[in-house]
C-alpha cells in the first residue's frame, strides 16, 4: 500500500517539479519556499513531541524569509538577515519566559538550530537556480541524491549484510551505501548524456566529468541529511515527521537528504566546475 502511494506521489511530483525547475527563477523560489518552508515547521513541531515548545511559525516564515532573500538578490552574504531573525526568535522567547515557560532558552535554540539547519541550507538551491545554466545544475543536483537513494535501495535490499548504523536507520547497510555512491558517481554522466539531448547547451560546464564529480560527493556525502533526521526521530520515537506525503511521510523526511546536497552541491560546482 505505502509503495503505491509512494510511487504515485513520485510521478506526479516528479515532472511537476521539472517544469517548475524550468519555468523560471521565481516559481522555482515559490516551490523552494513551500517545500522548505513545510520541512522546518515539521522540524520545530518534531521536537514539540519532546517536550519543546520553539515556535514553528517563526521558524517555516524565517525560512519563507531566507529564500525569497535569495530570490530577489536583497542580501549578498545574509549579514543583515540572519541577526534580524535570531532576535525576533530571542524576543518570542523573552515573552513565553515571562509568561511561565522555563524551557524558553531551549525553545530559543530549537527554532534556530532549525532556520539554519533546514531553512539556511535549503537556501542554497536558490543560489544553484541562478547559476548559468542553473536549472540544469538543480536537477542535476536532485538526481545525483535520487540515484544515490535508489542505489543505496536495491543494492541494500539484494546484497546488504553488514549494518552501516543499526541503531539508528536498521534498515541501511555498508553494501547499499557503497552501492548508493555507485550508482550516483557511474550513472550521473549518463544522465548529462541525457540533458544534452533534451536541450542542456554544448558549451555547458555541466559536462560529463562534473556530472561524474557532483555524483560521487553527493553520493558520498548527502546520507548524513538521512542520519540527522533519522537521529531526531529516533530520540523521540517517532516514524515519520509529517503525513503530508502519502507513503512518503513528512516534507522533511523527503528532503532530508536535500538539506545537504544544496550547499555541497552549490560549493562544489561554482568553486570546481563553473
Do not use: C
Not at 23 to 29: R, V
Not at 165 to 183: C, D, I, Q
Amino acid at each position: 500500500m505505502d509503495l503505491g502511494k509512494r510511487v504515485l506521489v513520485a510521478l506526479i511530483a516528479i515532472p511537476v517539479s521539472v517544469v517548475i525547475i524550468f519555468w523560471g527563477e521565481l516559481p522555482f523560489a515559490v516551490l523552494m519556499m513551500i517545500t522548505f518552508g513545510i520541512a522546518s515547521w515539521e522540524f520545530a513541531n518534531l521536537f514539540r513531541t519532546g517536550g519543546y515548545q520553539a515556535p514553528g511559525f517563526l521558524v517555516a516564515a524565517g525560512t519563507v524569509l531566507f529564500m525569497l532573500a535569495r530570490a530577489i538578490g536583497a542580501f549578498e552574504d545574509d549579514a543583515a538577515l540572519i541577526p534580524v531573525l535570531l532576535l525576533i526568535f530571542m524576543a518570542y522567547s523573552l515573552y513565553t519566559y515571562t509568561q511561565g515557560r522555563k524551557l524558553a532558552a531551549s525553545d530559543f535554540m530549537v527554532a534556530v538550530t532549525g532556520l539554519m539547519y533546514v531553512g539556511y541550507m535549503g537556501s542554497y538551491f536558490i543560489r544553484i537556480r541562478q547559476l548559468p545554466d542553473g536549472a540544469w545544475w538543480v536537477l542535476a543536483t536532485l538526481f545525483a541524491v535520487m540515484l544515490a537513494d535508489s542505489g543505496a535501495y536495491f543494492v541494500g535490499s539484494f546484497l546488504g549484510k553488514r549494518k552501516l548504523a543499526k541503531n539508528l536507520s536498521p534498515n541501511k547497510t555498508w553494501e547499499g551505501y557503497f552501492g548508493g555512491v555507485l550508482f550516483a558517481t557511474g550513472l550521473m554522466p549518463l544522465w548529462i548524456m541525457l540533458f544534452r539531448w533534451l536541450g542542456l547547451p554544448a558549451d555547458s560546464s555541466l559536462d560529463l566529468m562534473a556530472g561524474l564529480w557532483l555524483g560521487l560527493l553527493l553520493g558520498t556525502l548527502t546520507v548524513f541529511g538521512d542520519f540527522g533526521v533519522s537521529i531526531m526521530k529516533r530520540q523521540f520515537d517517532v516514524k515519520d515527521t509529517g503525513t503530508i506525503l502519502p507513503g512518503h511521510g513528512g516534507m522533511l523526511d523527503r528532503v532530508d537528504s536535500w538539506i545537504w546536497a544544496a550547499p555541497l552541491g552549490y560549493f562544489l560546482i561554482t568553486l570546481f566546475l563553473l
